[in-house]
């Protein structure tokens, strides 16, 4: 079965600090991975995926992440991030042969600081 | 127009009431999906179909019954409410194993 860990469940920056949220995943196969961002009182939307080809990938607001196969990890970062970021990050993995179930990690709630 | 809607968006009953969140999808996807996410924000995937199908039932009471008239609906019915089933249930479809678009959410509270 797949599995996702979120080490970081609530991460406390200064606006322009430099973020990085750990994710690693569990399931010997191909996989989708994704990080999707929750908005105080909204629903989740995507912020970037990774189905194959280069390892680091942009999504939206300045966002990247880098797909480390050896380690299992999918690991967000923004070098500077702001106010508006303050959300709930969710890491989630797809695995080619499961029927398209995503599962998700527990989350990490960021909060930034103006 | 929303790509994912979900109806209500509130619920508020009492324990051993039924109740229905409805749910629609105008992208065009075979798969759609029922999540519950808990106080703590826990995401959890209950179900989901494909082109009407049922191919994912995770460990959820037989209480909650989805059903999917077309590829483009999926309703989730709730028998006999308790406390524990408080929570927001997220509705979301995607094509394949690609990415999930969500719905807006339904806030059920059962008191």
């Known amino acids: 079965a797949q599995s996702v860990s979120q080490h970081n469940h609530h991460v406390i920056l200064s606006e322009a600090a430099s973020l990085e949220l750990g994710c690693n995943y569990s399931y010997g196969g191909t996989v989708n991975l994704f990080w999707y961002v929750q908005y105080p009182g909204q629903h989740l939307q995507l912020l970037l995926k990774y189905f194959s080809g280069d390892p680091l990938v942009k999504g939206i607001k300045g966002f990247e992440a880098e797909f480390i196969k050896s380690k299992f990890s999918f690991n967000l970062r923004k070098p500077s991030v702001q106010w508006s970021d303050t959300a709930e990050y969710f890491c989630?993995?797809?695995?080619?042969?499961?029927?398209?179930?995503?599962?998700f990690g527990d989350g990490t709630t960021l909060t930034v600081k103006p | 127009d929303t790509a994912v809607s979900q109806t209500p968006k509130y619920l508020v009953t009492q324990m051993g009431n039924d109740k229905s969140i409805k749910c629609e999808q105008n992208?065009?996807?075979?798969?759609m999906y029922w999540y519950k996410q808990d106080s703590k924000k826990f995401l959890k995937i209950m179900f989901s179909?494909?082109?009407?199908?049922?191919?994912i039932n995770e460990t959820v009471p037989n209480r909650f019954s989805p059903k999917s008239p077309d590829k483009a609906h999926l309703n989730l019915h709730i028998n006999s409410l308790e406390l524990g089933d408080s929570a927001v249930y997220f509705c979301a479809s995607s094509h394949g194993g690609g990415e999930l678009f969500f719905g807006e959410g339904s806030r059920l509270t059962v008191l």
């Open positions: 179909y494909n082109n009407k199908e049922l191919i």
């Open positions: 989630a993995v797809n695995a080619h042969t499961n029927a398209g179930k995503s599962t």
């Open positions: 992208l065009g996807h075979d798969t």
